[in-house]
């Protein structure tokens, strides 16, 4: 297994992972009071977007073009991106469908919470699984608790696991540390939190509750900071 991932938080629900390519996934830049990073400034290969919601989109159109960058999401919002821009290629896929890009995996599953974008629905949210270098890694998008989380870990066996754990719009620390349990994956991430005062969470509450039981490592990353992951 790859130890070759390289992970950047930028706060909020956004991501940028590095491997043998660039992927950024929900790059809510513009505006996140907590990113570290401009829009401007990002480099990726792949740009992956797990639902409609304005603090998940961001600056997907603007980072998809200035790199040339494929953009990857769920159907109906991948229509309504590509009515903005149709010179961008977007991958419009649906749960348990998956694209290959330069070898790296991405398979949309279920997340629970809503979809719409610049007021229209977006038919529904996802999380996403991303497979890249032998590494496995589940970013939840946004999502309330959901019994088919068992699934998702049995199914794809990821190694990391991204979780929102901001409450009012998606999980708690309390429900996430029951997800965690769920997915049985090596690591995984709190997201989501503290971006604003609405999701103020305090992240040791999540890994304390989730490390209980033993066997899953809580990495809270700082935002901005490159961290790796060792995956046994
Ligand atoms: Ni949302
Ligand atoms: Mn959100």
Redesign the pocket.
Known sequence: MSKNIELIWQG??CFEIRGSKRIIV?PFLEGNPVAKIKKEDVEADIVVVT?G?S??VGDALYIGKKNEAPIVTMVELAWLLSEKDKSLTIHDINFSGNVIIDGVKITAVPAL?SSSYEGKYAGNPGGMIIEMDGTTIYHA??TGIFKDMELIGSMYKPDIAML?I?GH??MSPNEAAEAVKMIKPKVAIPM?YSTFPLIKQDPSVFKSLAEKDGGIKIIIPEIGKNFNVDIK
Do not use: F, L, N, V
Request: no cysteine; aromatic share 6%; proline share 7%.
């Open positions: 909020h629900a929900d639902h919601h603090d998940h919470h998008g946004d929102p901001g719009y998606t989501h």
